[in-house]
């Protein structure tokens, strides 16, 4: 700690307005099965530290791996992030960052079994029996993967702060590919792409019970070769919680992001279709539609005790009853709205600088439940698990794929269906929004990859949601 | 830590097979919107990989501490790592090469020992040139040198350099909202022309003031050079992957030989063309060379690994990736497609009504082995007419299979652009293509 205060304080002396400093050790643990063998078996572990510096409304930033023999380069950093601001200064205006109070506080995931002290074999043999159990006459390709994480953060700031906070992150997830010869199809458990995140210890994955789903997968995927092509048309769409929460990623959790629509993503991924003046006033979806940012789920993958900038978690409502409330903001992006940061700047290990990043977006539990979904609905697909996304640069037109289908006439599941796709624009299609299933059905999504920043920063966030319903949506897009 | 050092961790390894990549990134990178630096980085990076293979049980762990102590500890948790696994009967052991790559030109000094000024020098010419038009600037600035180091207890052994500067430029604004973009990509930063690409993104920028909405359907189109590369890295990715072809999820899975695409088409991956960021060495430390892939149409050649190679009884292409990333498979990182003859002008004679595309955003896979993605347009569509660019349009989505576009391509354009992808910097000339299919408008309501 001494050692890291020392380094603010030169970057106070060089000239610095205001200073944070991030020291960040890393473990992870990542095994990846295919076909029953483990492909990848690695064992990593970092550690660095990252410098931000204000001055006179200029940001710089310098970040460096400590390792045992440059503990005593640390102070370099302080000379160059300073030299970078004032590089960055030209048209600037001084400007002010939004306060917030000086916090000296520590936070310690909650966690039942620690991942790391899980052997090695345990959590091969596990793979390895989910692999058997995805065996079956059409299937070509089994993977299998578990992931765990440890990280702990300080960050010290030149107004008082110091904040020691230790995550863990643990995820795993399968999946089996298969094949008649002329089309091949996935499934996936218990979400696509590697699984299901969250910020708790090894219990996360028992609780998976990942072999006896394996079973289920392996049917479904051989069960989709067979299955009818999805629809075209305009119908009723039910989407279940995964591919919902990345529906609530996409169309509210990115456009939401205050820097986002002040363009500091406008080149990369783009802008916003929201502007400040839409606060209380635009019409985001149905009365049904209640979305909030909550950083403060004990569990959830976009959960912490205090962000980047050492602001505390909150939850925020984003849209209530229909209607837009906030933005995602930062010290220095909420000024422009007149408030105080609502904490949502996150850096991905030390060596980045932090940015505007989704906590847990939720889409909040409705008063309806699959069934009753299901029953009103005379003709329409249900569809589940990410397959392929894509959407404009300002979060208004989407495309997503899901691996599988269900097609639903006259209130009743009919059958499988493949290839699923539908489409749409943000407004119309969260404003079709007409039942949410309620809390018994609603569960946590973590997503360990959400893209964002230069360099690219892949953050762990989480969403929580059930099934919703939504009219009059095209379907069946692709060729 | 210095390569004697490394060498000495591979020598005294206890496993049968050791094998080390290093990897050290030195990025700066400046982001501006509105024509004002917001982000102003220097980021030090060094990511170690040791990989044992011990009666063929394979471990791996990594380490961002190069101090010969850490590299120790990495090896010993690589070693405990390998325990744990069944043994591999296809580990074919460990390549080595006495072959020397060329001399390539892929790292620049200057680019290096680019000063934080020098960017912002270039931004505030950004600035300068969008003021004049009424737009504000929003982009990138950046320069990054790599060193890699490659050993393995084979004997391998090879240190290599890169560099590469990146400039990119969205102007917005004008009456309109108009937006345009242009960028650039060289090894050294010297070479990055700062009023080039200004004009020309502010030029595309005061050419979408107005944009029309343009009802959904198939036209002929003009994609410019980074459309282009965009489905070009997406087909590196889900089709000339070594492993997706090997596994039979390639669309090109069996096809050596098959006539695939156009008689205009010819794509090589071409590691080392000066004019793309050149690389002398895989993954694994063995040398890159140029491979067609496509020529005339006809698909022919897979691309291997030492691993993947071994398994089917050939040699490495030299395509491997570092340690940590090989299960995505051999990737070609240098991929160009030959341009053809004609100039932008005579491509546009060949457009009675169609669409042109300055570039792509936000591309996804909907079914990777028939190449079929979706994605929109931005920053620059237009409505061409009769040969002429007409008025700009609202961005489209399309949903197209990569490679049935590139069965219908009618004209090639004499000049090549680059951009960078997540694997690699694809090269590629502006194609002429009939029945590109558009599937939806970007509209709010």
């Not at chain 1, 059409?138 to 993967?145: A, E």
């Not at chain 1, 409330?325 to 010290?331: A, P």
């Not at chain 2, 980021?43 to 120790?72: I, N, Y």
């Amino acid at each position: 700690m001494e050692r890291w205060k020392k380094v603010i304080k030169k970057a106070l002396e060089a000239g610095a307005d205001y200073a944070d400093l991030r020291y960040i050790e890393n473990e992870k643990q990542g095994i990846r099965a295919k076909n029953g063998k483990i492909e990848d078996l690695s064992l990593g572990e970092d550690r660095g530290i990252g410098l931000r510096v204000w001055v006179n409304g200029s940001w710089g930033f310098a970040s460096m791996s400590i390792t045992d023999d440059n503990l005593e380069d640390s102070g370099k950093l302080a000379r160059e992030a300073v030299a970078l601001a004032r590089a960055a200064n030209k048209g600037q205006q001084p400007r002010e960052l939004a306060p917030v109070k000086a916090a000296k506080k520590e936070y310690t995931t909650e966690i039942e079994e620690d991942p790391f002290e899980i052997s090695l074999e345990e959590k091969i043999e596990l793979l390895q029996k989910a692999h058997e159990a995805m065996q079956g006459e059409k299937i070509f390709l089994t993977t299998g993967n578990i992931d765990c994480q440890k990280e702990k953060k300080l960050f010290i700031s030149s107004e008082g702060s110091e904040i020691q906070q230790t995550f863990y992150r643990t995820g795993a997830g399968i999946n089996a590919m298969s094949t008649d010869g002329k089309d091949r199809q996935i499934r996936s458990y218990p979400s696509a792409f590697g699984g299901n995140y969250a910020q708790r210890g090894f219990e996360f994955v028992r609780e998976m019970d990942l072999v006896r789903e394996a079973e289920r997968v392996r049917k479904e995927a051989e069960q989709l070769l067979t299955a009818e092509q999805c629809p075209a048309g305009e119908m009723t769409l039910i989407l279940g919680g995964c591919q919902l929460g990345l529906q609530v990623h996409e169309s509210c959790g990115h456009p939401i992001e205050l820097d986002r629509v002040l363009g500091t993503e406008a080149a990369f991924a783009g802008t916003s279709f929201l502007t400040p003046d839409h606060i209380h006033e635009l019409a985001y979806g149905s009365k049904v539609v209640n979305i909030y940012a909550d950083a403060t789920i004990p569990g959830a993958l976009g959960s912490f005790a205090y962000d980047d900038e050492g602001v505390s978690a909150s939850r925020i409502p984003i849209v209530r009853e229909g209607k837009f409330e906030n933005f995602l903001t930062s010290r220095e992006t909420a000024p422009v709205l007149e408030q105080k940061s609502n904490g949502t700047m996150r850096a991905i290990g030390w060596s980045n600088f932090p940015l505007i990043r989704m906590t847990n977006i939720n889409l909040e539990p409705g008063e309806s439940s699959l069934q009753e979904l299901i029953k009103g609905t005379e003709k329409g697909i249900l569809l589940d698990m990410i397959k392929s996304w894509s959407i404009d640069d300002k979060r208004i037109n989407f495309q997503f794929g899901t691996e599988i289908g269900w097609l639903i006439e006259d209130g009743e599941i009919k059958g499988v269906i493949k290839n699923p796709t539908y489409t749409g624009s943000t407004l119309p299609f969260w404003r079709s929004c007409d039942g949410i299933a309620g809390q018994s059905e609603w569960k946590m999504w973590g997503v360990p990859n959400c893209g964002k920043g230069e360099p690219m920063q892949a953050a762990p966030v989480g969403h929580g949601a059930s099934y919703a319903r939504f009219r009059n949506i095209k379907v069946g897009v692709s060729r | 830590m210095k390569r004697e050092e490394l060498k000495k961790v591979i020598s005294e390894s206890p496993a049968e097979h050791t094998e080390i990549f290093c990897q050290k990134d030195e990025l700066k990178l400046s982001r501006f919107a509105e024509s004002i630096i917001h982000q102003n980085i220097s980021q030090e990076k060094t990511s170690l990989t040791v990989v044992v293979h011990e009666k063929k049980r394979k471990g791996s762990a990594t380490t961002t501490d190069t101090s010969p102590s850490a590299v120790r500890k990495a090896l010993e948790r690589a070693l405990e790592a390998a325990k744990f696994q069944k043994p591999d009967p296809d580990f074919p052991g460990l390549p080595f090469s006495e072959e020397i790559a060329p001399e390539l030109q892929s790292f620049s000094q200057e680019t290096s020992n680019c000063p934080p000024e020098k960017r912002a020098d270039g931004i505030a010419e950004v600035r300068k040139i969008g003021e004049r038009e009424g737009f504000k600037g929003f982009g990138t600035f950046s320069t990054q040198a790599s060193r890699y180091i490659s050993l393995n207890s084979n004997g391998n052994f090879r240190e290599w350099d890169t560099s590469q500067a990146f400039l990119k430029v969205l102007y917005m604004g004008g009456p309109g909202g108009g937006e345009g973009y242009a960028q650039d990509l060289q090894v050294d930063v010297n070479d990055i022309d700062v009023s080039w690409v200004a004009e020309k993104a502010a030029e595309k920028c005061a050419a979408t003031q107005e944009r029309k909405s343009l009802e959904p359907g198939e036209y002929t189109v003009i994609l410019e050079p980074l459309a282009v590369c965009e489905l070009l890295g997406y087909l590196g990715f889900i089709g000339f992957n070594g492993l997706a072809c090997n596994e039979g999820r390639s669309f090109f899975s069996g096809k050596i030989g098959e006539k695939v695409m156009a008689e205009s088409i010819s794509i090589f991956d071409d590691p080392y063309d000066e004019n793309g960021l050149p690389f002398p060495y895989d993954g694994e430390g063995m040398p890159k060379r140029p491979l067609p892939l496509v020529e005339e149409g006809v698909f022919k050649n897979y691309i291997y690994d030492h691993y993947l190679a071994a398994k089917e009884g050939r040699k490495t292409t030299g395509h491997a990736l570092p340690p940590g990333f090989r299960s995505f498979g051999p990737m070609p990182m240098h991929l160009k497609m030959w341009p053809g003859k004609e100039s932008r002008e005579e491509l546009l004679q060949k457009v009675e009504k169609g669409v042109l595309v300055t570039r792509f955003h936000y591309v996804g896979v909907i079914h990777p082995q028939q190449t079929i993605v979706t994605g929109l347009t931005r920053d620059g569509t237009f409505w061409i007419e009769n040969g002429e660019v007409g008025h700009a349009l609202k961005n489209l989505r399309f949903t197209q299979n990569i490679i049935e576009a590139l069965k219908r391509v009618v004209g090639i354009g004499n000049s090549l652009g680059k951009m960078p992808f997540s694997v690699g910097a694809p090269q590629g000339p502006a194609l002429v293509i009939d029945g590109f299919n558009f599937t939806g408008v970007s509209e709010m309501e």
